[in-house]
């Protein structure tokens, strides 16, 4: 996923870390911020072991690892940061050659990670631009996670109390994005980026 815009001149781009609870939307207003922004921007293609879902393509929604080369190249530093979800089993991670690329093409790379992933890349790069994607309301995050219809009780149970933590954690990012609405959200995220590029120029 990326936008068509010309990357920024001095090949010094900016890191972008998106974060938020399961259902508050964070995908859907990425891709219209791909769509409506004019900031040069490219997504951040995540690592991780679980299998591709239907649909799914190695390379562009997922780089799809064995469990063994995943922790191969956990252990020779290949990763910026990695954590295992939900104590699933399975291991997602962004691989530094990816964040390295975008920024020496002048863009703004955008992470889609969860809080632990964000601290830890904030940790070790604390320029980086960092929003948090937060529902309108708390039942309105339940009706979207309970509406999806796509995992048991126990799971939509985990996912809500996960939710809460996070919740929490909004306070540590420099800027928070409430999804009331998705293009206006969008919008709003892009205007952001724009603002810090502009004053850091």
């Not at 690592?47 to 190249?73: C, I, K, M, N, W």
């Not at 295992?84 to 889609?112: D, I, K, M, P």
């Not at 904030?122 to 509406?147: C, D, M, T, Y």
């Not at 796509?150 to 999804?179: F, G, H, K, M, P």
Request: hydrophobic share 35%.
């Amino acid at each position: 996923m990326s936008n068509d815009n010309t990357p920024g001149e001095g090949g010094t781009g900016r890191l972008v870390i998106v974060s938020g609870p399961s259902g508050a939307g964070k995908t859907t207003v990425l891709k219209q911020l791909f769509e409506r922004c004019s900031v040069p921007l490219v997504a951040s293609v995540s690592a991780t072991t679980r299998p591709p879902r239907r649909g799914e393509v190695d390379g562009r929604d997922y780089h799809f690892l064995s469990d063994d080369e995943f922790q191969r190249r956990r252990q020779q530093g290949e990763f910026l940061e990695c954590v295992e979800v939900f104590r699933s089993g399975h291991w997602y991670g962004t691989l530094n050659r990816q964040v390295e690329a975008g920024l020496s093409a002048g863009r703004c790379v955008v992470l889609e990670i969860d809080v632990e992933g964000a601290r830890k890349v904030i940790e070790q790069r604390p320029q980086a631009i960092s929003f948090f994607v937060r529902p309108e309301s708390w039942e309105e995050l339940e009706k979207r996670l309970k509406g999806r219809g796509t995992e048991s009780e126990e799971a939509v149970r985990c996912r809500l109390a996960r939710a809460r933590e996070e919740l929490e954690q909004a306070d540590r990012y420099d800027y928070q994005i409430v999804n009331d609405q998705v293009e206006r959200a969008a919008d709003e995220m892009c205007r952001i980026l724009a603002s810090c590029l502009a004053a850091a120029e």
